[in-house]
């Protein structure tokens, strides 16, 4: 199954009022899950909600929300505002993803999955520098000793806040499962170089927060789905695997999932993780290589015996000047894997 | 190789320069010696942007020369990180610390260039295209992009076709570099190159594209005279393009 919610959603008359309707968007979502023969019904991957109800918070409006970014060290008092624990969206499309999730809770043979930034790619939205910071966070800056380094775990503990408000809303909803969403956490955020040389500054910036977001989670009998398209050290993807302990794990196509099952548990579901993000173009993914390396992940998956589920490396997006280029990979990738289901559905 | 050799180790203490960069450590403007470019050097290769400030201070004190303390040092420590970089021993978060620790050190030589009339050879325009609002891999570019000797004019994100126009006739530059990172966003890239044309302004630069989702086919694809899909590939691009006329 893609991550096509966004796909779906573009087929609507009107895709911006939906996306802020709750009934539609339930019905946006149930129809994608049944479109890909899925009970997952993951809804849209949209990663500004919870930058958009935090900044609310201090009065930045929606317009304003997407390019704010703090640039000195938070005082107190817009800090305490900030990590309050008080659930009040002001985000119409927050409004919306929970009361979608009230619509695919009633449908019995769907299970209602929630979606979520996590709280380090939140953080890292929140300021204009965050590598340099976590940077220099990682060769033992302190907080006291740069600004930098304290607006970067201002940051995070102002996003973990959004980000717990967010589940638990969603929770309160029906969610059964979060997707959270830590896209940055990444070679690119943060060095290996550091991470080789013992500093504990994915820990502190990623597993850490991460954990108290499993918390949350468990707590409340919600399961933990993990996504991170981001490049990644094999150290990220064990500690995401047997520290997070997702029950399912979805990383990008930068990774190879036959080769990543050795350092995962089998009780962690692999996702993945197709290059669907190279869709748009039939010359740089042509839809028969799609067709090559669909069997061919099929084929090593089962081979390495590690429970996996076939899907897109991220949240398919619309374009509209390739929708057909990317609609007709999506199906391509699907009757690979299911190729005599299609065939009974055609012959019907 | 060894993917990580020295892991936070500071790369030219203990071992010394690399031999090409200490003969020009060894003299300066003036056929002095000038330990101060060796820890100039060192600073920005270690990313450590208050010793490349202080590193500059003491040179100028010393009576060194604005455009050669660029040229002959702080140049080669950017191409160093380069390297360094290439041979994945470097990553992200260390070409940003070294690109701040040359910022540093350009904020107290751009005044006095400034002064005596000096100025980069070659202007960068960068910025994000329209409805896109990722910056970290266009700051990285143009991090590197003045860490190569460039005059870089950073039009930040979300930047309309028209304004790339304007920022081409207003500040003529020679290279015109766009960033995307999302399929979404992509096609405004087309857009600008044809907002190029329309202005009759496309002759006059060269466009280079990336981000994420570009490839080189994209770039043929949409007119683009350039492709590079990490911010050191951006560097060594603009100085092919322009071979012959340093920066």
């Given at each position: 199954?893609?991550v096509?919610?966004?796909?779906?959603?573009?087929e609507?008359p009107?895709?911006?009022?939906a996306?802020?309707?709750?009934a539609?968007?339930?019905?946006?979502?149930?129809?994608?899950?049944r479109?890909?023969?899925?009970?997952?019904?993951?809804?849209?991957?949209?990663?500004?909600?919870?930058?958009?109800d935090?900044?609310?918070?201090?009065?930045?409006n929606?317009?304003e929300?997407?390019?704010?970014?703090?640039?000195?060290?938070?005082?107190?008092?817009?800090?305490?505002?900030l990590?309050?624990?008080?659930?009040?969206?002001?985000?119409?499309?927050s409004?919306a993803?929970?009361?979608?999730?009230?619509?695919?809770?009633?449908?019995?043979?769907?299970?209602?999955?929630?979606?979520?930034?996590?709280?380090f790619?939140?953080?890292?939205?929140?300021m204009?520098?965050?590598?340099?910071?976590?940077?220099?966070?990682?060769?033992?800056?302190a907080?006291?000793?740069?600004?930098?380094?304290?607006l970067?775990?201002?940051?995070?503990?102002?996003?973990?806040?959004?980000?717990?408000?967010?589940?638990?809303s969603q929770?309160a909803?029906?969610?059964?499962?979060?997707?959270?969403?830590?896209?940055?956490?990444?070679?690119?955020?943060?060095?290996p170089r550091?991470?080789h040389s013992?500093s504990d500054?994915?820990d502190?910036?990623?597993?850490q927060?991460?954990?108290?977001?499993?918390?949350v989670?468990?707590?409340?009998g919600?399961?933990?789905?993990?996504?991170?398209c981001?490049?990644?050290?094999?150290?990220?993807?064990?500690e995401?695997?047997?520290r997070?302990?997702?029950?399912?794990l979805?990383?990008?196509?930068?990774?190879?999932?036959?080769?990543?099952a050795?350092?995962?548990?089998?009780?962690?579901v692999?996702y993945?993780?197709?290059?669907?993000?190279?869709?748009?173009?039939?010359?740089?993914?042509?839809?028969e290589?799609v067709?090559?390396?669909?069997?061919?992940?099929?084929a090593?998956?089962?081979?390495?015996?590690?429970?996996?589920?076939?899907?897109?490396?991220?949240?398919?997006?619309?374009?509209?000047?390739?929708?057909?280029a990317?609609?007709?990979?999506?199906?391509a990738m699907?009757?690979?894997?299911?190729?005599?289901e299609?065939?009974?559905?055609?012959?019907? | 190789?060894?993917?990580?050799?020295?892991?936070?180790?500071?790369?030219?203490?203990?071992?010394g320069?690399?031999a090409?960069?200490?003969?020009?450590c060894r003299?300066?403007?003036?056929?002095?010696?000038?330990?101060?470019?060796?820890q100039l050097?060192?600073?920005?290769?270690?990313?450590?942007?208050?010793?490349a400030?202080?590193?500059?201070?003491t040179?100028?004190?010393?009576?060194?020369?604005?455009?050669?303390?660029?040229?002959?040092?702080?140049v080669?420590?950017?191409?160093?990180?380069?390297r360094?970089?290439?041979a994945?021993?470097?990553?992200?978060p260390?070409l940003?610390?070294?690109?701040?620790?040359?910022?540093?050190?350009m904020?107290?030589?751009?005044?006095l260039?400034?002064?005596?009339?000096?100025k980069m050879?070659?202007?960068v325009?960068?910025?994000?295209?329209k409805?896109?609002l990722?910056d970290?891999g266009?700051?990285?570019?143009?991090?590197?992009?003045?860490?190569?000797?460039?005059?870089?004019?950073?039009?930040?994100?979300?930047?309309?076709?028209?304004?790339?126009?304007?920022?081409?006739?207003?500040r003529?530059?020679?290279?015109?570099?766009?960033?995307?990172?999302l399929?979404?966003?992509?096609?405004a890239?087309?857009?600008?190159?044809?907002?190029?044309k329309?202005?009759?302004v496309?002759?006059?630069?060269?466009?280079?594209?990336?981000?994420a989702?570009?490839?080189?086919?994209?770039?043929?694809?949409?007119?683009a005279d350039?492709?590079?899909e990490?911010?050191n590939?951006?560097?060594?691009?603009?100085?092919?393009l322009?071979?012959?006329?340093a920066?």
């Amino acid at each position: 199954m893609p991550v096509g919610a966004d796909l779906v959603l573009n087929e609507e008359p009107d895709p911006e009022a939906a996306r802020n309707h709750g009934a539609t968007l339930g019905r946006v979502i149930e129809k994608t899950a049944r479109r890909w023969n899925t009970p997952l019904a993951i809804p849209l991957m949209d990663l500004r909600l919870e930058k958009n109800d935090l900044l609310a918070r201090i009065g930045i409006n929606r317009a304003e929300a997407e390019k704010f970014q703090f640039n000195a060290p938070i005082d107190k008092s817009r800090l305490g505002i900030l990590c309050e624990k008080r659930v009040a969206f002001a985000c119409p499309g927050s409004v919306a993803r929970d009361q979608a999730l009230d619509y695919i809770a009633t449908l019995p043979d769907l299970v209602p999955v929630g979606m979520a930034i996590g709280p380090f790619s939140l953080a890292t939205r929140l300021m204009a520098d965050p590598i340099t910071a976590a940077a220099m966070a990682g060769r033992g800056i302190a907080a006291t000793d740069s600004d930098d380094v304290e607006l970067l775990f201002q940051c995070l503990r102002i996003a973990e806040a959004a980000v717990h408000r967010s589940l638990r809303s969603q929770m309160a909803h029906g969610a059964r499962a979060i997707m959270i969403c830590e896209p940055a956490a990444n070679i690119a955020f943060l060095s290996p170089r550091q991470i080789h040389s013992g500093s504990d500054v994915f820990d502190r910036l990623v597993m850490q927060p991460n954990l108290r977001v499993k918390s949350v989670l468990a707590e409340a009998g919600c399961d933990l789905i993990f996504h991170d398209c981001g490049e990644l050290i094999d150290l990220m993807v064990e500690e995401f695997a047997q520290r997070l302990h997702p029950v399912i794990l979805s990383l990008g196509s930068s990774r190879w999932l036959w080769q990543d099952a050795r350092l995962i548990p089998k009780d962690v579901v692999l996702y993945g993780n197709l290059p669907t993000k190279s869709f748009y173009s039939d010359g740089a993914m042509p839809v028969e290589e799609v067709m090559r390396r669909t069997e061919e992940l099929l084929a090593k998956m089962k081979e390495c015996g590690h429970p996996h589920i076939l899907g897109s490396e991220c949240d398919v997006l619309y374009v509209p000047e390739a929708r057909d280029a990317i609609l007709k990979k999506v199906d391509a990738m699907m009757a690979v894997a299911a190729p005599e289901e299609l065939l009974v559905k055609a012959e019907g | 190789m060894r993917l990580f050799p020295a892991p936070e180790a500071d790369l030219t203490n203990g071992r010394g320069l690399p031999a090409r960069f200490a003969a020009i450590c060894r003299v300066s403007a003036r056929g002095e010696r000038m330990a101060e470019g060796n820890q100039l050097f060192e600073a920005i290769v270690n990313g450590n942007a208050k010793q490349a400030h202080a590193a500059v201070e003491t040179a100028l004190a010393g009576g060194a020369a604005p455009m050669a303390l660029i040229q002959q040092f702080m140049v080669p420590a950017m191409e160093e990180v380069g390297r360094l970089f290439e041979a994945e021993e470097y990553f992200v978060p260390e070409l940003l610390l070294s690109g701040r620790a040359m910022k540093s050190a350009m904020e107290l030589l751009k005044p006095l260039l400034s002064a005596s009339g000096q100025k980069m050879k070659i202007r960068v325009i960068v910025g994000t295209v329209k409805g896109d609002l990722h910056d970290i891999g266009k700051n990285i570019v143009a991090s590197m992009l003045e860490g190569g000797g460039f005059e870089v004019i950073d039009l930040g994100t979300d930047v309309s076709p028209e304004s790339f126009v304007a920022a081409v006739k207003e500040r003529s530059p020679q290279v015109v570099c766009m960033s995307a990172l999302l399929t979404v966003t992509m096609p405004a890239m087309k857009l600008t190159i044809d907002a190029l044309k329309s202005a009759g302004v496309r002759t006059q630069v060269k466009v280079l594209v990336g981000g994420a989702p570009v490839t080189q086919q994209y770039a043929n694809e949409i007119g683009a005279d350039g492709y590079s899909e990490n911010a050191n590939g951006a560097v060594g691009l603009v100085k092919n393009l322009f071979a012959g006329e340093a920066a």
